[in-house]
């Protein structure tokens, strides 16, 4: 028949027809709902040849087909031609990642399930959605045999331009894989396959050739040629890289990887790789007598030899780089629970920090220490550590961990810090210090000086929930406690308390500048969700500045409960009489900062300052008296005023 318009449903046909549509329609086209038909349509119990358009609630549908053996729907026989157009496939087929999808394809074949699913597909696909991407102009030419895919696909999608030529074999028993793919240009954060950088742009030659029922018995090569990546950082070039996967007649298996600018070297084992994980987290927690271990399948171990080059690291990690003879080995027996890793680097890179000739290793059966780390030298910018060491032995439930260094710019600083981890009855971790020792500036500071059970920290294995146990930092009748308690980020109660800390002690030196008095008051910090409520409240008597008695300082600060803006007093008196405030607010919107503050000096002295022109000027004295204004913001503050000098003078 020829039909201008016909509206109907899955059910209503079969129930229209029920001899020749009965049993002959697939379930799957209920999901279509109403649709509207027309078109020419010839149909028998035998044979259906229909040229018709098709408007459903999926989307729109053009066919023109001869469909033979309908009494056996499945195994099916069609020709022709099918076009969708914005057609919601992933619906149609329950497949959450798969979207709409505009296409042109010539079919010729047979079947519509899995099992005896045999056509010929070529034509192109001008738009599919799929995990998050519009896919467009996508071209196919090949045979579909499932679960085989044999023939030709090329992409000319502005994030994907690239031609595959080839057989995929999915059989449930050996899945078999032979082909070649170019891709010219890949840009995989904009397909959604790599979302750790906003610029990941690849591009290669892949030959494959493998066997295997799944990823843990998978045997053959992998060859990528003619390799560039570019990330937020750099742009790379690789020589050509391959990977051979073989098993021995005991199913040992042997990776070897051959990339002179990536990896070289080999992995031997018996493992699932579903359980790799499983098994370097009972590797690490083999250090700790109370851990409770993964559950794994008999008979699995991993041995690895292999030289990281500079370039693979960076490529994921932009921020962290690796020099040349990077290398790791080790050992992993599941049912020994045996660990062993070697690390060694001459040289990494990492947030800005250099670290030089670095050495781990680690035996979890060795009775003397469980593992040594040294490193040379620790730099940034603000501090520099060198001669760093940490071993560590575990001794009942208790990992103890003693480490020594040295830092500051000449290695004058030194610290000898011994601490401990266990896990508690709660499966929480406990990270604490036994008695310790810091050096700052000639004076000798104790972590734990009592060696009392608090000074510890308490958190869960998904390190959301934090509760500081009183760690205190001490020096003669001198204290520094800090304590709080932090779950996820929507909630915090810290508190740093001062007790009669000389301020020349905890603060660096300084060229021309340097500072002394007593530190007591405490720093509170509390959020809930997001009520926020911060507030200093210090004080420091007798202070100084190079070696000069200003007097006592009296500094407060609170913020408000949306944590944008805070109140500023301080005042500075000497024997009764003030010679200096700072008053007002120094207000936040995002990144930016804007302050609104009042400065007011009496007699207030100038010679603590004159250092600070350095080789200028010199001799500077005298007393300011007067008020100022200052706005702008704190990288660039603006004053507005008049200061009188009285008996000022310099050289």
Do not use: C
Request: hydrophobic share 35%.
């Amino acid at each position: 028949g020829n039909f201008d318009r016909i509206t109907s449903n899955y059910e209503d046909l079969k129930s229209i027809l029920p001899r020749i549509l009965g049993s002959n329609l697939p379930s799957v086209l209920a999901k279509l709902g109403n649709v509207n038909i027309a078109g020419d349509v010839e149909l028998t119990q035998k044979y259906i040849n229909a040229n018709v358009t098709m408007l459903s609630q999926l989307g729109y549908l053009e066919g023109n087909l001869a469909m033979q053996n309908i009494n056996n729907i499945d195994n099916a026989s069609y020709q022709g031609n099918i076009k969708l157009d914005a057609f919601d496939l992933g619906t149609l087929l329950s497949q959450n990642d798969i979207g709409k999808a505009s296409l042109d394809l010539d079919v010729d074949g047979k079947g519509f399930t899995q099992k005896l699913l045999n056509t010929a597909i070529k034509g192109k696909i001008e738009k599919f959605y799929y995990n998050g991407y519009n896919y467009q102009n996508i071209t196919v030419d090949g045979s579909m045999k499932m679960p085989y895919y044999k023939g030709y696909f090329n992409s000319n999608d502005p994030n994907l331009k690239m031609d595959f030529d080839g057989t995929i074999d999915l059989s449930f028993k050996a899945k078999n894989y032979d082909f070649k793919t170019q891709i010219d240009y890949a840009d995989l954060y904009a397909l959604n396959l790599y979302k750790k950088d906003s610029i990941s742009i690849f591009k290669g030659n892949i030959n494959f050739k493998a066997a295997g029922n799944s990823v843990d018995d998978l045997a053959g090569k992998l060859q990528i040629n003619d390799v560039s990546y570019q990330n937020s950082k750099n742009s790379y070039f690789f020589d050509d890289f391959e990977i051979v996967s073989s098993f021995d007649n005991d199913r040992v298996r042997t990776i070897d990887i051959n990339s002179p600018d990536i990896v070289t070297g080999q992995i031997v084992g018996k493992y699932k790789v579903s359980q790799v994980q499983k098994m370097v987290e009972n590797a690490l927690g083999s250090l700790y007598a109370n851990y409770s271990p993964n559950k794994l399948e008999k008979g699995q171990f991993i041995n690895f030899d292999l030289t990281l080059h500079d370039k693979i690291v960076e490529v994921f990690v932009p921020d962290v780089k690796i020099s040349e003879n990077t290398k790791l080995k080790g050992k992993i027996n599941g049912d020994e629970g045996k660990f062993v890793f070697d690390f060694t680097s001459p040289n990494i890179i990492a947030y800005e920090n250099t670290i030089e000739n670095v050495n781990i290793e680690i035996d979890n059966k060795n009775p003397l220490y469980n593992a040594y780390i040294t490193v040379d030298s620790i730099k940034n910018n603000k501090y520099k550590i060198a001669d760093f060491n940490l071993i560590n032995v575990t001794l009942n439930d208790t990992l103890f961990v003693r480490t020594e260094f040295k830092g500051g710019p000449k290695s004058e600083d030194s610290y000898d810090l011994n601490l401990y981890h266990t896990i508690n009855e709660e499966k929480q971790s406990i990270l604490g210090f036994k008695k310790s020792e810091i050096k700052f500036k000639d004076y000798l500071w104790f972590i734990n000086e009592g060696e009392t059970n608090d000074n510890k920290i308490v958190f869960d294995k998904y390190l959301k929930n934090f509760n500081f146990e009183k760690l205190t930092l001490s020096h003669n009748n001198q204290k520094i406690d800090f304590f709080g308690t932090m779950r996820d980020s929507t909630y915090k109660d810290f508190k740093l308390t001062f007790d009669d800390v000389d301020l020349n002690k905890v603060t660096p030196s300084l060229d021309s500048l340097s500072f002394g008095g007593k530190v007591n008051g405490n720093i509170t910090y509390k959020q809930d969700r997001n009520k926020y409520e911060p507030i200093s409240n210090l004080t420091i008597d007798s202070l100084k500045i190079n070696q000069f008695l200003l007097g006592d300082l009296d500094f407060k600060i609170e913020g408000n409960e949306n944590f944008n803006q805070f109140k500023v007093n301080s005042s500075l008196k000497q024997e009764g009489q003030e010679h200096f405030f700072l008053d007002g607010n120094v207000n936040f919107v995002g990144q930016q900062s804007s302050l609104d503050l009042v400065a007011g000096f009496e007699k207030f002295n100038l010679a603590p300052f004159g250092s600070l022109l350095g080789n200028v000027l010199s001799d500077v004295r005298g007393n300011a008296t007067g008020r100022a204004t200052i706005g702008g913001s704190l990288t660039e503050p603006e004053m507005d005023g008049r200061l009188y000098l009285n008996d000022a003078g310099m050289r």
